[in-house]
């Protein structure tokens, strides 16, 4: 497993089987994953849905198929029940965050969310994103978990995604009618023709929605994300994965796009001014891939806001080494340079951030 950070998005199928509310049936071999990527010093994000069909039995409606307030309702009751469920496989906490499309959409709600769940791993919790289907009416809703997901994998800027529910991958034709349907490892490229075969009315699969996960590896890869589409009912699933090798279907990443963000800090912003760093803070910074901290800065110049670009100055040759995106203003950075990070929150009554340039938000120019 090559990834570093991944987003795995669970299904409802997995997390509330059997039409009975929430169970460990699946999850548990999910749950033992998780914890084996944490322990090999991967970080993971959990989309998890089941929340409607974990509050279904608990709320009276009378009707194959609810109205709106009423699933609005099971989400409400349903979604405590499900990461009580999430909580109960991890000895390390979980955390619960409840989002909408309007929320992504918004850039200083984006940047907020990107925050927290930076935070959160940085302190290993595992955070559990659903979406908040209490509140979402239908501008506001991404509506499925698939496209979530994909938009976690994007703020959260995770390597990998994994879509996980009772399918095991992508299949050429409908295996249930056709049984010499064989299912596609790895699909290079999202055609019109892999939608057709995803989205055919006749095909069981697509009713189970593979359309919205094919759109989903789609939104991911042309980031640069690469995507799974696997079983997450078959724990021999997971034993695969671990040794390294592919137990569904695969969509591979385009590889430029992982280096479009670098290549649009290094050659397209403009840096609003600079910061010089001792020895220790360079060495850190070029040699280790390590993140800036206000610990390492020795001086600042230049009016900037907090997301503007900034220089990175070696303080003894005075050669700029690296650029990047920085949380604070350059007031608030000349009150917290040199400090520990664990200062910022009494020096400036609050911290957004405890490094002042993410590494993911940074490129390196030279040595
Ligand atoms: N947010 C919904 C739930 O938790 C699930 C939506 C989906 O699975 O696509 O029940």
């Given at each position: 497993m090559k990834f570093n950070r991944a987003v795995i998005k669970v299904g409802s199928a997995l997390v509330a089987p059997d039409n009975n509310g929430c169970s460990g049936k699946h999850i548990l071999a999910i749950a033992r994953f998780i914890t084996e990527c944490n322990q090999a010093g991967k970080e993971i994000i959990l989309v998890s849905s089941g929340s409607v069909a974990a509050g279904r039995k608990l709320i009276q409606h009378g009707s194959p198929v609810p109205s709106i307030p009423v699933k609005q309702a099971m989400a409400s009751v349903g979604q405590m029940q499900m990461m009580a469920n999430w909580q109960r496989f991890f000895d390390v906490p979980c955390s619960q965050l409840l989002i909408t499309h309007g929320d992504l959409k918004d850039r200083e709600r984006y940047i907020n969310i990107k925050n927290t769940l930076r935070i959160l791993l940085a302190n290993n919790i595992i955070p559990i994103v659903n979406e908040n289907?209490?509140?979402?009416t239908d501008e506001l809703k991404v509506g499925d978990n698939d496209n979530l997901a994909a938009l976690v994998a994007l703020v959260s800027e995770a390597d990998c995604l994994f879509i996980l529910s009772d399918i095991d991958g992508v299949y050429d034709k409908n295996p249930k009618t056709n049984p010499d349907a064989v299912m596609i490892p790895k699909i290079q490229e999202i055609t019109p023709e892999i939608y057709a075969m995803a989205g055919s009315t006749n095909n069981v699969i697509a009713t189970g929605g593979m359309k919205t996960k094919i759109q989903a590896a789609e939104k991911a890869v042309e980031n640069g994300i690469e995507t799974y589409i696997l079983n997450g009912s078959d724990s021999t699933v997971f034993e695969k994965l671990l040794k390294g090798e592919n137990p569904g279907t695969r969509f591979v990443a385009n590889q430029a796009a992982t280096k479009a963000k670098k290549h649009w800090l290094k050659h397209t912003l403009k840096s609003n001014g600079h910061v010089m760093l001792d020895k220790g803070a360079i060495n850190a910074v070029v040699n280790k891939g390590a993140s800036l901290l206000p610990s390492g800065i020795k001086s600042i110049s230049g009016g900037f806001s907090a997301g503007d670009s900034i220089d990175i100055i070696d303080g003894e040759s005075k050669e700029r080494i690296a650029k990047g995106i920085c949380q604070y203003s350059h007031r608030d950075l000349s009150r917290i340079k040199g400090k520990n990070s664990d200062q910022i929150e009494t020096i400036?009554?609050?911290?957004?951030?405890?490094?002042?340039?993410?590494r993911d938000d940074m490129v390196v120019l030279s040595k």
């Open positions: 289907d209490t509140v979402a400036l009554g609050f911290c957004p951030s405890k490094v002042v340039i993410h």
